[in-house]
């Protein structure tokens, strides 16, 4: 009975450890963290961050993904939704936001459109689908890759033109403390760890989404201290999920016209449609933790969150109805 309803739930994106990620958020609204509690929950989720991106950094392969360059058109496709069309969708949105939501729901959007991709799930999605999954793996790989340092650059530049607001070389600091320097000495450890974390994959997958649940409890902690909730109807809800629908309504259209316009062959179109219409909350909780002040970090995760729960449901759809046809 439990299998089937977790296939069931599957099958519309909903696994387990997303339910998981949900029953944390709950969690942070009934038991936030406080005061000496939330201070040592801040630099145990300042190490876990360090330590996971230097994991990836240590897994990642730059020869495979210098390979999978060849395919420029679907590479260049990729990039172009990710880091142009998602900002510009994003800048759009943040403007609308303002008439119902608080700047830091707005600066959400801004940051969700400046996000890479996602890695597993646009691969899985890909496969299941008959796409390119090499062409998939690569793009999203060089999408994260150049996502470390691109990601808090144009979004501080974006919040820059918007609101006022924002210091480019600031946030790259920042960025390049906690996150790219241990990405560099991963790469430099990579003769030494590569074969051990091949074999044992399940060593990145536990500080991978530990750290996420460490930060989305201590995001939401934060936000219930703070008090934000109490800013937010449900009816602000309802309006904040139908606004990321629609951005991801819009992103999915566009992705598949302009792949049938450039001439790309179905398995580069299914590639590039889910490569690039899904937004990665692995790169995005862990840089958000380090760009913006723990009183405000709930509210800007948030449609990032929404965005990536929404994404899963209707894309397991997509890749599915694909296959078929």
Known sequence: MLRSIEAALKRVGLDRYLMILILTVILAAFFPARG??????????????????????????????????????????????????????????????????????????????????????????????????????????????????????????????????GDPSAAVWKIAQQILLPFLLGQLSRPLLADFLTRNKQVTMIVDRGSILLIVYSAFSAGVVAGIWHRLSWSDISILIALCMLLLGVALAIVATAGRVAGMPKVDRLALLF???????????????????????????????????????????????????
């Open 36 to 165: 000496g509690f939330a201070t040592g929950l801040s630099k145990v989720s300042f190490w876990a961050v360090a330590l996971l991106f230097f994991l990836y950094g240590a897994k990642l392969s730059l020869s495979a993904t210098m390979a999978g360059l060849m395919n420029w058109k679907l590479q260049a496709g990729c990039l172009a939704c990710t880091y142009v069309l998602f900002p510009v969708l994003a800048a759009g949105l943040f403007g609308v936001s303002q008439t119902w939501f608080p700047t830091a729901i707005g600066m959400g959007f801004l940051y969700l459109g400046c996000l890479p991709s996602t890695v597993q799930s646009s691969i899985a999605f890909t496969s299941v689908a008959g796409g390119n999954v090499a062409g998939a793996l690569c793009a999203a790989s060089l999408s994260n890759l150049i996502g470390v340092v691109l990601c808090p650059l144009l979004f501080a530049v974006m919040l820059h033109a918007a609101a006022g607001e």
């Open 275 to 325: 490569c690039g219409s899904t937004k990665s909350l692995a790169t995005g909780l862990p840089m958000a933790g380090i760009l913006f002040h723990a009183d405000q970090i709930a509210l800007v995760v948030l449609p990032l969150m929404l965005f990536r729960l929404i994404q899963l449901s209707v894309l397991a759809v997509v890749s599915q109805r694909s296959a078929a046809n």
